[in-house]
């Protein structure tokens, strides 16, 4: 089993920063991709950004060049920096991990309970 503690959220004034962190534990074997997923009220859970074991990153179209993503694969630990933020990047952002537990070729997703981001004036 996986375990995902989030934590950065928060509350912040329309251009401001944010950054938010994500660190898996638990019996890990290896961690293929992580990233984060946001919801905002009434509408479905998207995915913001990810980044893959090889390094390679993907972000939702109106986060980039705002938002970067990084991981420290010795802390299993995923980070979101998220700058110039706008009242619509307002929602809560879940952290999501595929990873393997055993050597076995089976790959489990794991979800973060979440943490609230709030951009308003």
């Known amino acids: 089993q996986v375990q995902l503690v989030e934590s950065g959220g928060g509350w912040v004034q329309p251009g401001g920063s944010l950054r938010l962190s994500c660190a898996a534990s638990g019996s890990i074997f290896r961690i293929y991709v992580m990233g984060w997923y946001r919801q905002a009220p009434g509408k479905q859970r998207e995915l913001v950004a990810r980044i893959i074991s090889g390094g390679t990153t993907n972000y939702q179209d109106s986060v980039k060049g705002r938002f970067t993503i990084s991981r420290d694969n010795a802390k299993n630990t995923v980070y979101l920096q998220m700058n110039s933020l706008k009242p619509e990047d307002t929602g809560a952002y879940y952290c999501?991990?595929?990873?393997?537990?055993?050597?076995?070729?089976?790959?489990?997703?794991?979800w973060g309970p979440g943490t609230q981001v709030t951009v308003s004036s």
């Open positions: 999501n991990v595929i990873a393997r537990v055993t050597p076995a070729p089976d790959e489990y997703v794991y």
